[in-house]
């Protein structure tokens, strides 16, 4: 009877421990490709404020044309 009952815990043990080796795979997946969204966004943000650089260095020199061919207000 005690070795049926442990072999039950055994085998219980082990469903617990294969179920959880399934959720740490999910988790491994989950923060690379949380990682990947980060790295992406960081990207992004980046394109963004060298994109606002440009403009700001546009306008400025639109301003000065503005200024040279008397088109200002």
């Not at 294969?18 to 980060?38: C, F, V, Y």
Request: charge should be negative.
């Amino acid at each position: 009877m005690t070795d049926n009952i442990e072999y039950l815990i055994l085998e219980h043990l082990k469903s617990l421990r294969h179920g959880q080796s399934i959720i740490e795979a999910d988790l491994k997946d989950i923060k690379a490709r949380l990682l990947a969204m980060e790295t992406h966004q960081a990207a992004s943000h980046i394109d963004s404020a060298r994109q606002s650089s440009r403009l700001d260095d546009l306008d400025t020199r639109l301003s000065r044309l503005e200024v040279r061919v008397s088109l200002n207000d």
